[in-house]
């Protein structure tokens, strides 16, 4: 769907480096998610935000800031990458009744060398 | 914390078959089961949910069950075709509203559905 939007699609990067991966949504939904996927972990929770202003930890937050200064927008930085946080990273968003369901973005495939 | 068990890792069914993916769960406080389908590639899409006030739910070839007793929730692919073939994830959630999103995934199971 092209409202949530992910940048950049693909990102090389070498250890220790900062990184920011962009999230941008069009509807207004009040919920954002950041998962990342790897081969045998399916998709895991890093970090989720309800509202402006509001985030909390997933289940793989280490490593990991997200702020929400607009609802809109919704950025993941790896402060310091490791080969670890090689992945593809999948931003979500949902209403906040919950009636429309998870939409993710298409993804962002990060390279940690 | 939840956990959720998917199998099969992977399901190779001929076309026209029926096949079917099971999940369980370990926190009965979890109340929302999607299921989504991902193709190589591409983002994973919502097939089909249910909540935990409903057994079972269906839509066209694809239905849903759930036995919060038992604490697992089966996807039922019924006249399958090669289109079907993908990667599909289980989830569970304890949330309500959009903090529905906060999903426990399954590691998924690879569907090849041969001509």
């Known amino acids: 769907d092209a409202g949530i939007t992910q940048s950049p699609r693909y990102k090389i990067t070498e250890t220790g480096r900062q990184v920011t991966l962009m999230c941008h949504q069009t509807w207004s939904h009040s919920y954002m998610f950041w998962y990342r996927q790897d081969l045998g972990h399916g998709l895991r929770l890093i970090y989720y935000s309800a509202a402006a202003d509001i985030t909390d930890k997933g289940e793989v937050p280490d490593g990991y800031v997200v702020s929400r200064s607009k609802t809109e927008n919704f950025p993941l930085t790896l402060e310091s990458a490791t080969r670890s946080q090689t992945s593809v990273y999948f931003c979500a968003s949902s209403d906040r009744q919950g009636n429309s369901p998870l939409h993710f973005g298409n993804g962002t495939r990060l390279t940690v060398t | 914390g939840e956990n959720v068990e998917q199998h099969p890792s992977t399901l190779s069914v001929q076309e026209g078959d029926s096949a079917v993916i099971k999940c369980t769960y370990s926190d009965s406080a979890s109340n929302y089961f999607p299921w989504y389908k991902q193709e190589l590639g591409k983002r994973p899409q919502l097939i089909i949910d249910i909540r935990s006030n409903v057994g079972e739910k269906k839509d066209q070839r694809i239905a849903v069950t759930l036995n919060k007793t038992a604490k697992h929730f089966s996807l039922h692919i019924t006249e399958t075709q090669p289109e079907d073939s993908a990667v599909y994830f289980c989830?569970?959630?304890?949330?309500?509203?959009?903090?529905?999103?906060?999903?426990?995934f399954g590691k998924g199971t690879k569907l090849s559905v041969k001509p």
């Open positions: 989830a569970a959630s304890q949330g309500y509203g959009g903090s529905q999103g906060n999903l426990i």
